[in-house]
C-alpha cells in the first residue's frame, strides 16, 4: 500500500477492485460525495477512500478547432511530401527531432503505463529527473526541427510546431 503525500493510503489498481467488490455500493464512513461534472448533484463515492479515479475530459470547441488548424496546415503545407522528398530539409537536425521525440514519447509511455496509481500533476514530485529529461527532449525536438526545415518554411516553421503540439497536448489529454 502506497502513501499519498496528505497521508491519506494510496491503493493499487488491484486492491481498489478488491475493496469495491467486497463493499459494493455501500455508503462510506465518511460523508464523502464525488461531484458529477454532467448534472451538478454530488452521489455516492462507491470506492474506499484510498482509490481515486481518473475524470475524462468533455470535447471542447477549442479542442475541434485546433484538430481543423493541424490538418489545414498538414495539407496546406504538405507536410509529410515536403519533409521526405524536399532537398532543402536537413536530414541530419530532422532524424535528431525525430529521435528525440521518439524518446519524448516513450518517456510518456512509461509514466502512463506505470502501475503506482500517481496522477499526472504528482509527476514532477515524483520522478523529477526523469520529467525534466523530457521537458528537455521536448524542447531539443523542437529547435532541431525548427533548424531542419527553416531553409524550406522560414517563420512557418514555428507556427508549424505551435500547431502540432497544441494538437499533441489536445489528443493526449483524452487519454
Avoid at 27 to 50: E, H, I
Avoid at 96 to 111: K, P, V
Avoid at 123 to 128: C, L, R, S, T, V
Wanted: aromatic fraction near 18%; proline fraction near 3%; glycine fraction near 2%.
Amino acid at each position: 500500500m502506497l502513501q499519498h503525500a496528505y497521508g491519506i493510503p494510496k491503493l493499487s489498481t488491484q486492491e481498489c477492485r478488491i475493496m469495491a467488490s467486497i463493499s459494493y455500493r455501500r455508503r462510506l464512513d465518511t460523508n464523502q460525495t464525488a461531484d458529477s461534472l454532467d448534472s451538478g448533484f454530488s452521489s455516492l463515492n462507491t470506492y474506499p477512500n484510498g482509490c481515486q479515479t481518473k475524470l475524462r475530459r468533455s470535447l471542447q470547441v477549442d479542442d475541434v478547432l485546433w484538430f481543423c488548424t493541424f490538418i489545414l496546415t498538414v495539407w496546406y503545407f504538405e507536410l509529410p511530401l515536403s519533409l521526405l522528398i524536399d532537398v532543402r530539409v536537413n536530414w541530419f537536425f530532422l532524424s535528431y527531432s525525430i529521435l528525440c521525440q521518439l524518446c519524448f514519447f516513450l518517456i510518456g509511455l512509461y509514466l502512463c503505463s506505470n502501475d503506482d496509481r500517481n496522477l499526472s500533476y504528482e509527476w514532477p514530485k515524483i520522478y523529477p529527473k526523469l520529467f525534466f529529461l523530457a521537458v528537455i527532449l521536448f524542447l531539443f525536438s523542437c529547435i532541431m526541427f525548427c533548424l531542419a526545415t527553416w531553409k524550406l518554411w522560414g517563420f512557418w516553421t514555428i507556427y508549424i510546431v505551435l500547431v502540432t503540439f497544441m494538437f499533441t497536448t489536445v489528443v493526449i489529454s483524452f487519454l
